[in-house]
């Protein structure tokens, strides 16, 4: 049989929190939740077993309970508890009120694992894409623990955006840990499915896939758009729109013809930053 101190070791080697106490019992704190599964030699039957059973936060014994077989290799035990420890029912109980107001909004969001015991939300939308909630990265174990929220919209191809990302004014005044407004993110993920399905006649097509912005990115496109033909008096181009450009100090100004096409562009580009900087009066 496995030493129970190195059957917490081979635990802890697949990032589960696991101890062992005076009293020859191995305590694992159950990621998603603040119960534990407590793991002791069985007295009962002939041969060698751990006896598993999961308690509350409050030390409070529940009937998810059972025996593992106990013998040198820990693999078998090891794949029981990190499979138990993982699964996907441990961390929704936490974060119902988000699947709730997902749900709220027309969403079947589910929480799933990622690997490592890590977790996200995610939402599958009708043309096959879906919608990726984290906070930014994985979910922590308490949805007290949320400093803020993240929501991509992914597809195939490595194609993603980001749709919504919290900012300090989205806290909630009422939460007493100040964690981001849940109903907030759910509302401007909405706009977004709204306002994208509007423009594409229902569909929600991804743009490419992001590119790296810098300040040196930034300036070749001012200065390609510098180099359009200048325009003086009015619009010819039905659609088309005049910019502005000039120096910092508000000299050398000049007013630049945007094609239609052009424009076009630039206001999808602005209307999905304004989606997802939220300037709208809450």
Known sequence: MIELSALVD???AHALDATLTGEGQIVVN????RDQLILGPSRSGSEPRLFWQRRTFLGTRTNECGYLEWTADPGPVVGEVVGYAHSNRRCEPPYGPVLDALRSIG??????????GRHLI???????????IGAPGSLPPQLTQVSDWQVRHTGPGGRSRVVYQSAPQDRDPEAATGEPGIDLMA????RYLTEAGLRHD???PLPAPEQEVTAGSVARLIKELAQLPSHQGGLDTSGGALITLAERDGANATAVEVPAELASRIHSVLL?????MRPYDE
């Not at 995610?122 to 990726?132: F, I, K, S």
Request: aromatic share 2%; hydrophobic share 45%; net charge positive.
């Open 272 to 276: 999905s930053m304004l989606t997802v």
């Open 187 to 190: 509302k401007h993920v909405a």
């Open 202 to 204: 229902g569909h929600r």
């Open 10 to 12: 081979a635990l802890k």
């Open 30 to 33: 159950l990621p998603g939740t």
């Open 107 to 116: 969403l079947d969001p589910a929480v799933v694992a990622t690997g490592g």
């Open 122 to 132: 995610c939402a599958y939308l009708a043309d096959g894409t879906r919608l990726v």
